[in-house]
């Protein structure tokens, strides 16, 4: 398949413009911690919790809407900055892989850096960069409950944004219709305008046993996903 060329436009996205309870809000990361957790064969990992929260506007003042938590493993950002590069232009730096992971200096540094990473991306994120990143800190599923979820990094519940999502109707608004989005899963497109869609398709690209929707299969490499970052 043959696709277009990156969106490189830095514009506000449509992540930054959320509408929840009937205002106008924003996206953002507002802390991010490491909790460490044992997997089922005793060996332990590093994930970190994300908490998001939308910030509305109302009445003239900023106050706090929905918030939820997300977690999420080292490996798994490592991922997301992958494949929003093969989509256009990421100017934030992901923090970089210590082999001290485990250490709570490195702990405590990595957290500040994966949340201003976060907020810095949500901020400039292209359309296909932004269904992305709505998979990964779970967007929608979040959006429609009124903002849950604050159970342990437990290795029960804790679930790759790589999944396929539930299909449900997504709650926040943007430039494409609303009824697109699928509960942080992919938007078609078929209600933007061809200026942002440079590719006729969307297409699949496998990641192991995962699979993401909404990645051209020109724009990635088998090398450039996954990498054997683990921590």
Request: aromatic share 6%; proline share 3%; with cysteine.
């Given at each position: 398949?043959?696709?277009?060329?990156k969106?490189?436009?830095?514009q506000?996205?449509?992540?930054?413009?959320?509408?929840?309870?009937?205002?106008e809000?924003?996206?953002?990361?507002?802390?991010?911690?490491?909790?460490?957790?044992?997997?089922?064969?005793?060996?332990?990992?590093t994930?970190?919790r994300?908490?998001v929260?939308?910030?509305?506007?109302?009445?003239?003042?900023?106050?706090?809407g929905?918030?939820?938590e997300?977690c999420?493993?080292y490996?798994?950002?490592?991922?997301?900055?992958?494949?929003?590069?093969?989509?256009g232009?990421v100017?934030?730096?992901?923090p970089?892989?210590?082999?001290?992971?485990m250490?709570?200096?490195?702990?405590?540094s990595?957290?500040?850096?994966?949340?201003?990473?976060?907020?810095?991306v949500?901020?400039?994120?292209?359309?296909e960069q932004?269904?992305?990143l709505s998979r990964?800190?779970?967007?929608?599923?979040?959006?429609k409950?009124?903002?849950?979820s604050?159970?342990?990094?437990?290795?029960?519940?804790?679930?790759?944004?790589?999944?396929?999502?539930?299909?449900?109707?997504?709650?926040?608004?943007?430039?494409?219709s609303p009824?697109?989005h699928k509960d942080?899963g992919?938007?078609?497109?078929?209600d933007?305008?061809?200026s942002?869609r440079?590719?006729?398709?969307?297409?699949?690209?496998?990641?192991?046993?995962?699979?993401?929707?909404?990645?051209?299969?020109?724009?990635?490499?088998a090398q450039?996903?996954?990498?054997?970052?683990e921590?």
């Amino acid at each position: 398949m043959l696709c277009g060329g990156k969106k490189d436009r830095q514009q506000p996205s449509f992540l930054s413009e959320i509408t929840f309870g009937g205002n106008e809000g924003t996206l953002h990361v507002v802390g991010t911690a490491s909790e460490t957790v044992q997997d089922v064969d005793g060996s332990t990992y590093t994930v970190y919790r994300v908490r998001v929260a939308v910030l509305v506007r109302q009445g003239g003042e900023q106050q706090q809407g929905a918030v939820w938590e997300v977690c999420r493993r080292y490996s798994e950002f490592h991922d997301l900055h992958t494949l929003m590069r093969a989509l256009g232009v990421v100017l934030a730096e992901l923090p970089s892989k210590s082999p001290f992971a485990m250490m709570s200096s490195v702990k405590r540094s990595r957290e500040v850096g994966l949340r201003d990473y976060l907020n810095q991306v949500l901020a400039h994120c292209n359309d296909e960069q932004c269904q992305l990143l709505s998979r990964f800190l779970r967007v929608n599923r979040h959006l429609k409950r009124g903002g849950v979820s604050t159970a342990p990094c437990s290795y029960q519940n804790l679930t790759t944004w790589r999944e396929v999502a539930d299909a449900a109707p997504g709650t926040y608004s943007s430039s494409c219709s609303p009824s697109r989005h699928k509960d942080d899963g992919p938007m078609d497109g078929s209600d933007c305008s061809e200026s942002k869609r440079q590719c006729a398709e969307v297409g699949t690209a496998s990641l192991g046993r995962e699979v993401v929707a909404g990645v051209p299969h020109s724009s990635l490499r088998a090398q450039d996903v996954g990498g054997g970052v683990e921590d």
